[in-house]
């Protein structure tokens, strides 16, 4: 079972509850810990009267409920004394429902001046009127949630309802900019189109159905969109009998009709009706941006003299047949120490991480290198495309779509590497065209890694290929539930400048003139420079940065990152394959989609017998079978315990190993390392130590004053914590294990036996 979503703390304005769906709202916001302000006019359906009752009665039933509630009997038109009561009552405002509403319904020839104005004056002016009186104290507090209620009759339009239909989708359009408006500050503005019987409906709909659509099926869609967990920002939802569904709007590839130094006609309009409106290959614009750059694109390509649509030009230019399959000339790659540490700091990492020291220093004992910078090494590759018979590619039109990594053994921190690179497909996707291009990289004769490069190419469609290969590594669809793991981490001002040296050169990435030209109003961050972020936060949180686990990577790139932004990988665990999305913390624009990670399963401990390992402390044990247990009751911890618990393991005086428990986030996780976020309290403790207290041997209230520092000061609780043992021993089904002393061996040196017994003991070699 997930956690249940909680209005605890939190203070919601339901307009319109005296009744209906605005009442369900209400009572259920209450019923989870909020406090609701329950506003009703109480007039008649068509905005004549008003009456106390309707609210009051619904402010009756949250308290007999047990939760909180006042009533307020203004006019959603007098938004400022509604938010005034919000914040007299409970002293803030955390969500508004603009729900209100009549009807006024008459045929478009009938409707009056009356009709018009009052529809539009409580559902459009109405909730701007409550939604700015809002505003400010959400955009202060930093957090706000906005429901619109608009209407099937406004999206799809509906007779006798001109008046209620236009005042409808203009609740879609405020909803659109407030969103905009309110990304920065986690203000985030949703709208639902709901059907429900309720008062409004049961003149248009038969009483059986107006009985089975209840408001109940329709409120769990606006608690949700209203919590403080939920990401969603600017979407428009139909809901109603228990469905859900999201809408978006989706624009055919159309047709330019104008030809350079040309009249535009009608009869050229007519002409091209059909291709117009056929929505073979139609797009789904997203913002006003990506609306506008079809404009400029045409406006390129009008004045260069080419068209939109069918494209001649595309069409004689590219002979699949001749491309597929093409080999490019072999590409060598020497780089030593210094260019994997490069590569590692323009990915952002820092010496302010202790566990990337490996990654940055060359003498560090386990240094190694990202796998990630297996790109590095192949990338050149894309630029001998231009030489590739049955292609001609216009570089300026040319975008990284999307790319995937396999690596095969862990790459060299030195030496030199030869790719081998062949046109593995081309495909055209209408718009535009994609390139595969395969790169296999060798040391010697043995496979290193292998990269896929999706390259689309802008406007380069139409020449009549095939629209998918088998050869594409295809991207994975997210699980369907909130991400077990998020790392947030602040890019640098110079992440391009520092990214750039590694080896790709593209001024986009540094040349303000450049970008501009690019329609960027700042140098942008290399795709594949968050591609690195992306994968080195999967490598820290699920495989102790350990690049042997590593296996591939595969990510679409969709929208830039500007130098100086956060990014945040959302991560979900899913045996070995980590899916992972990757936004801008600040805009919440999605960078990287339908990405994933797949890992090696982590080698187990050596049982009894088996090769003794150096540099194992006796607690990787102890953590080993935390992890073991976490993973099986991951969910049941996080509830019980909800801290991140943090620990140094000190050997010989050293520190020796950092180990993160999150029993906080999703399903809980162990990582070796420290992770970006805060630990609610961290341990340093002596390696020995630790075993006497998970073994019982040692108090660990004894070991707390001597080796610990915490952020928190309650004793019991670090005590609850520190004694992993709780952990273990509440585990069920436990079983036995030994850990011996490898005979004559080192200290640290450990052989273990694992047996099955109904009590857990952990012994340990003392030294
Ligand atoms: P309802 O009539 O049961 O509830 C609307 C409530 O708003 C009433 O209690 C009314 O007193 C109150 N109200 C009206 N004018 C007000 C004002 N100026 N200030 C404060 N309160 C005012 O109707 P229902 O069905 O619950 O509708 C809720 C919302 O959902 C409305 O915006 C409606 O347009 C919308 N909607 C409902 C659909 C349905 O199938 N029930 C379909 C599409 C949209």
Same mark, same amino acid.
């Given at each position: 079972?997930? &956690?249940?979503?909680?209005?605890?703390?939190?203070?919601?304005?339901?307009?319109?509850?005296?009744?209906?769906?605005g009442?369900?709202?209400?009572?259920? =916001?209450?019923?989870?810990?909020?406090?609701?302000?329950?506003?009703?006019?109480?007039?008649?359906?068509?905005?004549?009267?008003?009456?106390?009752?309707?609210?009051?009665?619904v402010?009756?039933?949250?308290?007999?409920?047990?939760?909180?509630?006042?009533?307020?009997?203004?006019?959603?038109?007098?938004?400022?004394?509604?938010?005034?009561?919000?914040?007299?009552?409970?002293?803030?405002?955390?969500?508004?429902?603009?729900?209100?509403?009549?009807?006024?319904?008459?045929?478009?020839?009938?409707?009056?001046?009356?009709? $018009?104005?009052?529809?539009?004056?409580?559902?459009?002016?109405?909730?701007?009127?409550?939604?700015?009186?809002?505003?400010?104290?959400?955009?202060?507090?930093?957090?706000?949630?906005?429901?619109?209620t608009?209407?099937?009759?406004?999206?799809?339009?509906?007779?006798g309802?001109?008046?209620?239909?236009?005042?409808?989708?203009?609740?879609?359009?405020?909803?659109? %900019?407030?969103?905009?408006?309110?990304?920065?500050?986690? #203000?985030?503005?949703?709208?639902?189109?709901?059907?429900?019987?309720?008062?409004?409906?049961?003149? #248009?709909?038969?009483?059986?159905?107006?009985?089975?659509?209840?408001?109940?099926?329709?409120?769990?869609?606006?608690? $949700?969109?209203?919590h403080?967990?939920?990401?969603?920002n600017?979407?428009?939802?139909? &809901?109603?009998?228990? $469905?859900?569904?999201?809408?978006?709007?989706?624009?055919?590839?159309?047709?330019?009709?104008?030809?350079?130094?040309?009249?535009?006609?009608?009869?050229?309009?007519?002409?091209?009706?059909?291709?117009?409106?056929?929505?073979?290959?139609?797009?789904?614009?997203?913002?006003?941006?990506?609306?506008l750059?079809?404009?400029?694109?045409?406006?390129?390509?009008?004045?260069?003299?080419?068209g939109?649509?069918?494209?001649?030009?595309?069409?004689?230019?590219?002979?699949?047949?001749?491309?597929?399959?093409?080999?490019?000339?072999?590409?060598?790659?020497?780089?030593?120490?210094?260019?994997?540490?490069?590569?590692?700091l323009?990915?952002?990492?820092? %010496?302010?991480?202790?566990?990337?020291?490996?990654f940055?220093?060359?003498?560090?004992?386990?240094?190694?290198?990202?796998?990630?910078?297996? #790109?590095?090494?192949?990338?050149?590759?894309? %630029?001998?495309?231009?030489?590739?018979?049955?292609?001609?590619?216009?570089?300026?039109?040319?975008?990284?779509?999307?790319?995937?990594?396999?690596?095969?053994?862990?790459?060299? %921190?030195?030496?030199?590497?030869?790719?081998?690179?062949?046109?593995?497909?081309?495909?055209?996707?209408?718009s535009?065209?994609?390139?595969?291009?395969?790169?296999?990289?060798?040391?010697g004769?043995?496979?290193?890694?292998?990269?896929?490069?999706?390259?689309?190419?802008?406007?380069?469609?139409? =020449?009549?290929?095939?629209?998918?290969?088998?050869?594409?590594?295809?991207?994975?669809?997210?699980?369907?539930?909130?991400?077990?793991a998020?790392?947030?981490?602040?890019?640098?001002?110079?992440?391009?400048?520092?990214?750039?040296?590694?080896?790709?050169?593209?001024?986009?990435?540094?040349?303000?003139?450049?970008?501009?030209?690019?329609? =960027?109003?700042?140098?942008?961050?290399?795709?594949?420079?968050?591609?690195?972020?992306?994968?080195?936060?999967?490598?820290?949180?699920?495989?102790?940065?350990? #690049?042997?686990?590593?296996?591939?990577?595969?990510?679409?790139?969709?929208?830039?990152?500007?130098?100086?932004?956060?990014?945040?990988?959302?991560?979900?665990?899913?045996?070995n394959?980590?899916?992972?999305?990757?936004?801008?913390?600040?805009?919440?624009?999605?960078?990287?989609?339908?990405a994933?990670?797949?890992?090696?399963?982590?080698?187990?401990?050596?049982?009894?017998?088996?090769?003794?390992?150096?540099?194992?402390?006796?607690?990787?044990l102890?953590?080993?079978?935390?992890?073991?247990?976490?993973?099986?009751?991951?969910?049941?911890?996080?509830?019980?315990?909800?801290?991140?618990?943090?620990?140094?393991?000190?050997?010989?005086g050293?520190?020796?190993?950092?180990?993160?428990?999150?029993?906080?986030?999703?399903?809980?996780?162990?990582?070796?390392?420290v992770?970006?976020?805060?630990a609610?309290?961290? =341990?340093?403790?002596?390696?020995q130590?630790?075993?006497?207290?998970?073994t019982?041997?040692?108090?660990?209230?004894?070991?707390?004053?001597?080796?610990?520092?915490?952020?928190?000061?309650?004793?019991?609780?670090?005590?609850?914590?520190?004694?992993?043992?709780?952990?273990?021993?509440?585990?069920?089904?436990?079983?036995?294990?030994h850990?011996?002393?490898?005979?004559?061996g080192?200290?640290?040196?450990?052989?273990?036996t694992?047996?099955?017994?109904?009590?857990?003991?952990?012994?340990?070699?003392?030294?």
């Amino acid at each position: 079972m997930s &956690v249940p979503l909680s209005f605890d703390g939190r203070v919601v304005l339901v307009t319109g509850a005296g009744g209906g769906l605005g009442r369900e709202y209400a009572l259920a =916001f209450g019923k989870r810990g909020a406090a609701v302000i329950v506003n009703d006019l109480g007039g008649d359906i068509k905005g004549g009267g008003r009456s106390s009752a309707a609210a009051d009665r619904v402010v009756e039933e949250i308290r007999a409920n047990g939760g909180k509630a006042v009533a307020n009997y203004d006019s959603v038109e007098d938004g400022e004394k509604l938010i005034q009561t919000a914040l007299d009552a409970f002293g803030r405002i955390d969500v508004v429902v603009n729900n209100a509403g009549i009807l006024r319904d008459r045929s478009f020839a009938r409707t009056s001046d009356t009709d $018009w104005d009052l529809i539009h004056r409580v559902h459009l002016r109405g909730s701007f009127l409550v939604t700015r009186a809002a505003w400010n104290h959400m955009k202060n507090q930093k957090f706000g949630r906005i429901i619109m209620t608009s209407s099937a009759a406004g999206i799809y339009g509906n007779f006798g309802q001109a008046n209620y239909s236009a005042a409808k989708l203009g609740l879609l359009g405020l909803s659109n %900019t407030l969103a905009i408006e309110g990304q920065k500050y986690n #203000v985030h503005c949703n709208t639902v189109a709901p059907t429900a019987g309720s008062r409004l409906t049961e003149t #248009v709909m038969p009483p059986d159905l107006l009985e089975s659509l209840k408001a109940e099926y329709v409120a769990p869609l606006v608690l $949700w969109l209203s919590h403080e967990s939920c990401r969603e920002n600017g979407g428009l939802f139909e &809901v109603g009998a228990g $469905w859900i569904g999201k809408l978006r709007w989706e624009r055919t590839l159309g047709r330019t009709v104008r030809q350079k130094n040309e009249i535009m006609t009608p009869e050229a309009v007519r002409d091209s009706w059909n291709e117009i409106c056929d929505f073979t290959d139609a797009t789904k614009p997203a913002s006003i941006q990506e609306s506008l750059q079809t404009l400029v694109e045409v406006l390129s390509k009008v004045d260069s003299g080419r068209g939109i649509g069918t494209n001649p030009t595309a069409a004689a230019a590219t002979n699949p047949s001749e491309a597929v399959g093409h080999t490019l000339p072999e590409i060598s790659f020497s780089y030593t120490h210094m260019n994997c540490i490069l590569y590692a700091l323009g990915v952002g990492m820092s %010496t302010g991480e202790p566990d990337h020291l490996r990654f940055l220093y060359e003498g560090s004992q386990d240094f190694c290198c990202l796998p990630t910078f297996s #790109v590095i090494v192949a990338q050149s590759a894309m %630029t001998q495309l231009g030489s590739v018979p049955g292609l001609q590619i216009d570089f300026s039109r040319l975008l990284h779509g999307e790319q995937y990594l396999e690596v095969f053994k862990p790459l060299p %921190t030195s030496g030199t590497l030869t790719s081998r690179a062949v046109v593995a497909d081309v495909l055209d996707k209408g718009s535009g065209m994609i390139v595969l291009l395969d790169v296999h990289t060798y040391s010697g004769a043995e496979l290193v890694c292998y990269n896929q490069f999706s390259l689309f190419v802008v406007g380069a469609g139409g =020449f009549g290929g095939k629209r998918t290969s088998q050869k594409a590594v295809v991207t994975a669809p997210l699980p369907d539930r909130p991400a077990d793991a998020v790392i947030v981490e602040q890019t640098s001002r110079d992440q391009a400048a520092l990214y750039r040296l590694s080896g790709d050169w593209n001024p986009l990435h540094i040349d303000p003139s450049f970008a501009a030209l690019g329609g =960027f109003q700042t140098p942008i961050l290399h795709g594949l420079c968050s591609f690195g972020f992306a994968a080195r936060h999967v490598l820290k949180r699920y495989a102790g940065n350990d #690049v042997s686990r590593f296996k591939s990577i595969k990510v679409r790139f969709v929208k830039p990152v500007f130098p100086g932004q956060a990014l945040q990988t959302e991560m979900w665990k899913q045996e070995n394959r980590i899916h992972i999305q990757c936004t801008v913390k600040e805009t919440g624009a999605v960078v990287l989609a339908g990405a994933y990670i797949d890992l090696h399963a982590p080698v187990e401990p050596s049982v009894s017998g088996g090769t003794p390992q150096t540099n194992v402390l006796q607690s990787d044990l102890v953590f080993a079978e935390i992890e073991r247990r976490v993973k099986g009751q991951g969910q049941e911890l996080v509830k019980k315990v909800n801290a991140v618990l943090a620990w140094e393991i000190m050997k010989d005086g050293e520190s020796a190993r950092h180990w993160t428990l999150d029993l906080k986030t999703g399903h809980g996780a162990l990582t070796r390392g420290v992770t970006g976020g805060q630990a609610d309290v961290t =341990f340093t403790v002596a390696d020995q130590d630790f075993m006497d207290v998970v073994t019982g041997k040692l108090n660990p209230q004894k070991v707390l004053d001597t080796h610990t520092h915490t952020h928190t000061p309650k004793v019991e609780f670090l005590q609850h914590c520190f004694s992993t043992g709780l952990l273990l021993r509440e585990a069920e089904g436990q079983r036995e294990r030994h850990v011996e002393p490898e005979a004559g061996g080192r200290p640290e040196g450990l052989r273990q036996t694992l047996r099955s017994s109904p009590a857990l003991t952990l012994t340990s070699a003392a030294h």
